[in-house]
């Protein structure tokens, strides 16, 4: 099975911070790769697809990258609203398994 | 409007059963791959099982392969997850979410989660 590890595990930035989030696959992935946000108590919002795709609604401060085995989340500059847990989830096989999760709180 | 509702979640004892359920509307539900995830309290997300658009293709996660199943009743728009031989580690929150389509297996539109208590 493809394991997924995220760094750091937790974050804490202030708004207007530049955010970087790593993902990194344990075998190759290709571009299958999910960036989800989840606030405490609710269910978790897609973000990004296919590594860098923007999902639809979502701001254009959050960005992807990465192939392969390893992948970032950015975010351009830290809004009040994206104080949050981020999960990474691979779909290249059908496992479809979630990193850990980065939690970015207020510094 | 995309609105997943799931239902179905009690407090259940170790070894029991259970079937969750997930009304799907505001899309063509036969269109699309279905997702189970769940998250247990104060954990991560875990994925626990895909259904292909038509139920023909079902795929589990390993800790929950050969006593949980998938199905889905497209003229209902319904999803479902029978839940056999449960353990105290099945305790979560439990999620359906839509396929994401085109080509990709991300979870579009996520419903708020049922919750599944086993113990004693």
């Known amino acids: 099975d493809i394991q997924m590890t995220q760094s750091p595990s937790t974050l804490s930035a202030s708004v207007g911070d530049r955010v970087t989030i790593t993902c990194r696959a344990s075998?190759?992935?290709?571009?299958?790769l999910a960036w989800y946000q989840q606030k405490p108590g609710k269910a978790p919002k897609l973000l990004i697809y296919k590594a860098s795709s923007l999902e639809s609604g979502v701001p254009s401060r959050f960005s992807g990258s990465g192939s392969g085995t390893e992948f970032t989340l950015t975010i351009s500059s830290l809004q009040p609203d994206d104080f949050a847990t981020y999960y990474c989830?691979?779909?290249?096989?059908?496992?479809?398994?979630f990193g850990p999760g980065t939690k970015v709180d207020i510094k | 409007e995309v609105q997943l509702v799931e239902s179905g979640g009690v407090v259940v004892q170790p070894g029991g059963s259970l079937r969750l359920s997930c009304a799907a509307s505001g899309f063509t539900f036969d269109d699309y791959a279905m997702h189970w995830v769940r998250q247990a309290p104060g954990k991560g997300l875990e994925w626990v099982s895909l259904?292909?658009?038509?139920?023909?293709?079902?795929y589990y996660a390993d800790s929950v392969k050969g006593r949980f199943t998938i199905s889905r009743d497209n003229s209902k728009n319904s999803l479902y997850l029978q839940m056999n031989s449960l353990r105290a580690e099945d305790t979560a929150l439990y999620y359906c979410?839509?396929?994401?389509?085109?080509?990709?297996?991300?979870?579009?539109?996520w419903g708020q989660g049922t919750l599944v208590t086993v113990s004693s």
């Open positions: 259904i292909s658009w038509d139920g023909g293709s079902t």
């Open positions: 989830q691979q779909y290249n096989s059908y496992s479809f398994t």
């Open positions: 979410a839509k396929g994401h389509g085109s080509g990709s297996y991300s979870a579009d539109y």
């Open positions: 075998q190759s992935i290709s571009s299958w």
